[in-house]
């Protein structure tokens, strides 16, 4: 199956995700990781789209999701750059081009190390409370205990990420 860039950007207008997910992980200076993703969620009798859409960006995961739903996953860093080169050559339609600016600020800040601050974490965490993932009270819970955090705190194998 071969994909043209304007079907793309038309079939994730409808069924694409950007989200960042925020998780607990000890060995991060601020003893969190920013996990920006792109996902395409579909029935599986459609799961030959998924791998038509990974063989065009060159990249990701199809995997199940739940049920009878498998979902394109795409995560890696250089991948998400291919992603974010891809829409800024070929922007989205909808709404969704909204949160894929704020998406793509937030690869950016990552790429200049931005969270792997308290500083930059607080930011990215405020800008993708602002998209549309469905994710924001994780989120703002996530923000709350990184404000709360003093600088002192923040390092290594921090005992207050039990």
Known sequence: MDLKPDWVVGFVDGEGCFYVGVNRNRTMKTGYQVLPEFRIVQHER????????KKFFGCGVVRKNHDDR??????????LKKVVEFFEKHP?????NVDF???RRIILM???????????LIKIL???????????????????EI??????????????MG
């Open 126 to 144: 405020e800008i993708a409370m602002e998209m549309n993932t469905g994710n924001h009270e994780r989120l703002r819970r996530v923000l709350e």
């Open 101 to 103: 600016k704020k998406f």
């Open 70 to 79: 498998y979902e394109l996953r795409i995560r890696k860093k250089s991948c």
């Open 46 to 53: 459609d799961i030959q789209i998924l791998y038509a859409l």
């Open 147 to 160: 404000r709360g955090l003093d600088e002192d705190t923040v390092h290594p194998h921090s005992e207050r």
């Open 110 to 120: 990552m790429e200049r190390g931005e969270h792997l601050t308290k500083e930059g």
């Open 92 to 96: 989205l339609k909808t709404k969704k």
